[in-house]
């Protein structure tokens, strides 16, 4: 696919992956990602490559990598994510695409009944949040296999089988203006925490009255 044109869930906490400046690159197509994702799978030990992992890849109009998130670590053949996991880190970093991925730690990179599913509900939620789901892979060790490359991507476009309404929609309206007010809140802190940091004020005062952690303090 050349992305330029066109139950059982283990609680863990979402959890952004380092990822090196030379990671962060414009995508071109499904190979781009699977280079990245293989190599963030492999960084795991042995133990955690058993378990089944869910990654969304946020990128922004431009088609560059803002960032790679573990929402979900389940177990050895299943993991699920709600919308709201899948969704708050793009709608937070402003990305405009996304990209779901996950591996089958049996070395299968079959795509399943439930993966398709999956991957339909999430395309309709983007469609209604406006970010727009670009792909699916699911990954092992040594190979994977694109949705987009496949054609499920396009069939699912078609798709009727989830479309957002009733109570859902009005849920996921509300989830994207909360994360966004959350956004613009902590983008204000940031403001004047720098303004702060200039006047000369310590890091642990600056945390005292922006509610800012340490680190981002640090960062800015």
């Given at each position: 696919?050349?992305?330029l ?26 190979a781009?990602?699977y ?62 695409k ?45 190979h ?20 957002i309404?009733?109570?859902e ?28 940091k200039?006047?000369?004020?310590d ?18």
């Amino acid at each position: 696919m050349d992305y330029l044109s066109q139950t059982q869930k283990l609680e863990t906490p979402t959890m952004n992956v380092r990822l090196t400046k030379d990671q962060k690159i414009k995508v071109l197509n499904s190979a781009d990602i699977y280079a990245i994702m293989q190599q963030v799978l492999l960084r795991e030990n042995k133990i955690r490559r058993n378990q089944e992992h869910f990654w969304v890849v946020g990128l922004n109009h431009n088609n560059k990598i803002l960032f790679v998130e573990l929402i979900g670590l389940g177990a050895s053949n299943r993991v699920n994510a709600d919308p709201p996991d899948v969704f708050r880190m793009a709608i937070y970093k402003l990305a405009s695409k996304l990209i779901l991925v996950h591996n089958h730690p049996s070395g299968t990179h079959e795509v399943t009944d439930a993966d398709i599913t999956f991957t339909d509900h999430m395309l309709k939620v983007g469609k209604l949040i406006k970010v727009e789901v670009l792909d699916h892979l699911v990954i092992t060790e040594t190979h994977y296999t694109s949705f987009a490359d496949q054609g499920v991507m396009d069939e699912l476009q078609k798709s009727g089988l989830f479309e957002i309404m009733g109570p859902e929609k009005q849920e996921l309206e509300q989830f994207k203006m909360e994360t966004e007010k959350k956004r613009a809140k902590k983008e204000k802190a940031i403001s004047i925490a720098k303004k702060m940091k200039a006047k000369g004020y310590d890091n642990v005062t600056i945390k005292e009255l922006t509610g800012l952690s340490l680190k981002v303090i640090g960062g800015v």
